[in-house]
C-alpha cells in the first residue's frame, strides 16, 4: 500500500511534516527540512535547540510564499512548533 499523498497546502496555511533537518552550507548556511515525503522546505523560525542540523522532527509550519531567499531550497515553511518525531 502507497502512502496517501494529501492536496496541496494553500499559502499561509499551516501544515504537518516529518523529517530530518540539515544545514545546507549555501550563500552562508541554510536550514532545510528533509521531509519523509521527499519535498524539501526551507525553515524559518523556530528554536534553534529543537530545530537544528540531525533532528528528526514534526513541525507544524505555515508556507510562506511571499518569501523569497537566496538558497532556493524549496518552499518556505514558517515553523510555529517543532518537536522530535
Known amino acids: ?3 496517501q499523498i494529501p492536496p496541496p497546502a494553500k499559502d499561509g496555511e499551516v501544515i504537518s511534516v516529518t523529517g530530518l533537518v540539515e544545514r ?8 532545510v527540512l528533509r521531509a519523509d515525503s521527499g519535498t524539501t522546505y526551507q525553515l524559518m523560525g ?4 529543537v530545530v537544528k542540523p540531525g533532528a528528526t522532527l514534526r513541525i507544524q509550519g ?3 510564499s511571499d518569501i523569497m531567499t537566496i538558497c532556493q531550497m524549496g518552499p518556505v515553511l514558517e515553523v510555529v512548533t517543532a518537536q522530535p518525531s
Do not use: A, Y
Open 46 to 49: 523556530g528554536d534553534p535547540k
Open 1 to 3: 500500500m502507497s502512502p
Open 62 to 64: 505555515r508556507l510562506r
Open 24 to 31: 545546507v552550507e549555501l550563500e552562508g548556511g541554510c536550514t
